[in-house]
């Protein structure tokens, strides 16, 4: 049984900084592609960053040059660090693994960025 944990979210003033993990446990194999989503109350789930097996990334442009994603292909987990935060960013933000058989998703984690 495959297990996404995520952690690291939390309560961040604006212009302040957080770091997310997501670590995959169990029978995962062939991981392709790694990422990020986010969705805020009243709107759609939306992709935030990916990063390939080649260490090839995505971003969405809202967050281009504030986030950036890494991974740590031995632990199969994957980073999201978040700097230059905004009011905007709040939203529950789910990792998503993704591989040659199935496609696995975390709980999400709650992301505030209030004054």
């Known amino acids: 049984q495959v297990q996404l944990v995520e952690s690291g979210g939390g309560l961040v003033q604006p212009g302040g900084s957080l770091r997310l993990s997501c670590a995959a446990s169990?029978?995962?194999?062939?991981?392709?592609?790694m990422g990020w989503y986010r969705q805020a109350p009243g709107k759609e789930r939306e992709l935030v960053a990916t990063?390939?097996?080649?260490?090839?990334?995505y971003y969405a442009d809202s967050v281009k040059g504030r986030f950036t994603i890494s991974r740590d292909n031995a632990k199969n987990t994957v980073y999201l660090q978040m700097n230059s935060l905004k009011p905007e960013d709040t939203a529950v933000y789910y990792c998503?693994?993704?591989?040659?058989?199935?496609?696995?998703w975390g709980q999400g984690t709650q992301v505030t960025v209030s004054s």
């Open positions: 990063i390939n097996m080649y260490g090839g990334t």
């Open positions: 998503k693994v993704v591989t040659t058989l199935h496609d696995y």
């Open positions: 169990g029978s995962i194999f062939n991981i392709n592609v």
